[in-house]
Every structure is written in C-alpha cells, then in structure tokens.
C-alpha cells in the first residue's frame, strides 16, 4: 500500500502560479509512474499530467505550455508546477501513483492505470 498526500492549493487570482506537492510513502517511489488529474464541480475527473519513472512527462492539451509536472525521486515527492491559471483550472486536484505503467505511449492518461490516490487538494483560481 502506498500513501499520498497532495499540498500546495489554495485560492489566488487568474495569471498567477501555485506548485502542488504530493509526498508518497514507501521505498519503492522512483519506480512508480505518477499522474495528477483534476476535477471540477459536477464533472468527471480527468487527467492533468503524468511522468514516468524515467522523467518522460505527458500533458492535457488544456495545460500544456502553462503546467510542468516533476518528481524528486530522493524526497519521494512529485510537482505540478501550474503557471498563468486561468478560472477553468479550478477543480480538486488529486495525485495518482502506478506500479505498472508499460504499454502505450497514452496509458498515463487512463484512469484505470493508477493503484493508488491521494485526497487531493482545492485550487480555486478567480478571474
């Protein structure tokens, strides 16, 4: 079992940045893919960003260019750094870890792929 525990939301203004943390529990961190996804009020959750254990990060068109996702293999922490929000990035953001992400070049998108999620966090972003 694998715990995770998202930081970093909070309530700001349109343009401005936040970096969302997730610590994980347990030894086996840095061979763990790692996803963030979101979800607003009334709708599904849906994907954010991933990166695998080797680096290699995949985004949603809706915030590439604007989110960079990272991970810290030492700290067993993983980031969203989120730039230029905007109102339509408001959502609960959840952090995900999967113990086997081989396959397609997508799969990180895929819901059903993550073993383990995290709380998550509130990022309310006002216009």
């Known amino acids: 079992q694998v715990q995770l525990v998202e930081s970093g939301g909070g309530l700001v203004q349109a343009g401005v940045s936040l970096r969302l943390s997730c610590a994980a529990s347990g030894r086996t961190f840095s061979s763990y893919a790692m996803g963030w996804f979101r979800q607003a009020p009334g709708k599904g959750r849906e994907f954010v960003a991933a990166?695998?254990?080797?680096?290699?990060?995949d985004y949603a068109d809706s915030v590439k260019g604007r989110f960079t996702i990272s991970r810290d293999n030492a700290k067993n922490t993983v980031y969203l750094q989120m730039n230029s929000l905007k109102p339509e990035d408001t959502a609960v953001y959840y952090c995900a870890a999967a113990s086997d992400a081989s396959g397609s070049y997508y799969l990180l998108r895929r819901l059903t792929v993550y073993d383990y999620w995290g709380q998550g966090t509130q990022v309310t972003v006002s216009s």
């Open positions: 990166i695998r254990s080797g680096g290699s990060p």
